[in-house]
């Protein structure tokens, strides 16, 4: 866990037993914002800080009466730029949409998040449009991975600016998006803790969309129950912090086609040890097969579902202001614009056949276990080169698209050594397992938490 990132479980004693108060905790997120030395300028698009105050104020005068609105009350939270903000433009980390008008309300996540008494620091950057699990954003600048700033390495994307206010103590916890790893990448590679739910578990209302088929919304933060606490909030399903499998009674498969292919050594050490004291905690862990997973790139070949879906989105934009694009993003859209009605409709023949038959792998497992990403956070200087961008990107996005793909759920949690290069490690389960997959992750956390 990252020094400046403590759980919000240790927020909330904190709060209730007055040893902080909400207001202290926004100005220690906005002194680490505005330090000229370090990543605020890169990790947030805007940042509200006098509302900040003017909500922490409220809430810490709630709570001295008694009626705060909920446990995390106070708490700050960064919100990812793609999100609508009432009264505030939402440009999903463009230039495009940077003079659209503001939003009326909020987006239903939000919403809910306010509710419960989050208080918004302002708007995290993003890839734009979260089009690359890579970070980089030519507008606005890309935050640096916390990991190793004297090389300077990309913080994984989209929701690139939401992990680095994690890691840095510019919030407490992080809203973001997942369509093919944008949680979990960016988690993984700055060494926290990021969440992908079942896509209908939480609604995307009001959050400007890649791909209506896969987007999904989840928390990135410092431990499974920090993101099992937003999901809660998120979904409105009841949270159980204290449910675990025990680690004896864990079937976990260890897939072999693809999620193990160009393994940095970092990666691969780091994941081999986990395994390994999985299985001398009692885990049941056993390789399979799941050969299905060699056929996603065939099936995706046309540009899938985010190239069909974000095409039509864009079409008018990129007629009229496609200048005002990232190239390496525009020329992803740009697939669409070759997918016919009967392109996306075999799309979604193949994509249902593929789960059914996947899914039938779980029946003999709990869930399956593979590093989050293959390597550990690349430097921004190995990026430089268009071809080397769109390899590394499709490097970074395989492993966790798989389970955007299967409609599953995923988290991804650190495993790396402590003071080493952070190392993701991704469980995964089925459509609608959210609640078993916390459960099981909780067990996991535990044990390489007691190196």
Not at 160 to 181: H, I
């Amino acid at each position: 866990m990252h020094l400046l990132a403590p759980s919000l479980e240790s927020l909330s004693a904190a709060l209730a037993s007055g040893r902080t108060t909400s207001r202290e905790l926004v100005e220690r997120c906005l002194a680490r914002i505005t330090d000229p030395s370090g990543e605020g300028a890169r990790t947030y698009i805007r940042v509200d800080a006098e509302e900040a105050r003017h909500a922490a104020d409220r809430i810490d005068q709630a709570r001295a009466r008694g009626d705060a609105p909920g446990p995390y009350a106070g708490i700050p939270i960064s919100i990812k730029d793609l999100f609508d903000i009432s009264g505030e433009v939402t440009a999903a980390g463009s230039r495009v949409l940077a003079d659209a008008e503001p939003a009326r309300s909020d987006a239903v996540a939000v919403a809910r998040l306010r509710k419960a008494g989050f208080v918004i620091m302002g708007r995290s950057n993003m890839t734009e449009f979260a089009y690359s699990g890579l970070g980089l954003n030519p507008h606005y600048g890309t935050p640096s991975n916390p990991y190793d700033r004297g090389t300077g390495r990309i913080p994984g994307g989209s929701s690139s600016g939401a992990a680095v206010s994690v890691a840095d103590g510019m919030a407490a916890v992080a809203l973001g998006t997942d369509t093919g790893g944008s949680c979990r990448i960016p988690a993984a590679l700055t060494g926290l803790t990021g969440f992908k739910p079942t896509a209908s578990r939480v609604p995307t209302t009001g959050a400007f969309p890649l791909s209506t088929t896969l987007d999904s919304i989840g928390g990135i933060g410092a431990t499974v129950n920090c993101c099992a606490i937003v999901d809660g909030v998120l979904s409105g399903d009841p949270v159980h912090l204290h449910e675990r499998i025990p680690l004896a009674d864990l079937r976990i498969g260890v897939p072999q086609t693809a999620v193990l292919d160009g393994l940095d050594r970092h990666v691969a050490a780091a994941f081999q040890a986990t395994l390994h004291r999985l299985a001398q905690a009692g885990a049941r862990v056993v390789e399979l097969p799941f050969a299905e997973f060699g056929e996603v790139a065939a099936i995706n070949a046309k540009g899938g579902f985010t190239a069909a879906e974000s095409y039509p989105l864009h079409r008018d934009m990129l007629a009229r202001r496609g200048d005002l694009y990232d190239p390496r993003v525009k020329t992803r859209i740009e697939k669409g614009a070759h997918m016919t009605p009967e392109d996306v409709a075999e799309l979604r023949t193949r994509r249902s056949d593929w789960i059914r038959r996947v899914s039938r792998h779980f029946e003999a497992i709990d869930l399956i276990a593979c590093p989050t990403t293959p390597v550990i956070a690349p430097a921004f200087s190995e990026l430089d080169d268009d071809d080397a961008y769109a390899r590394i990107n499709l490097l970074m996005l395989r492993n966790p698209t798989f389970i955007n793909f299967l409609d599953g759920c995923a988290i991804s949690l650190p495993c790396h050594e402590p003071g080493s290069a952070p190392v993701g490690l991704m469980l995964a389960a089925t459509h609608g397992q959210d609640r078993r997959l916390f459960a099981a992750a909780r067990a996991v956390e535990d044990l390489l938490a007691a190196r």
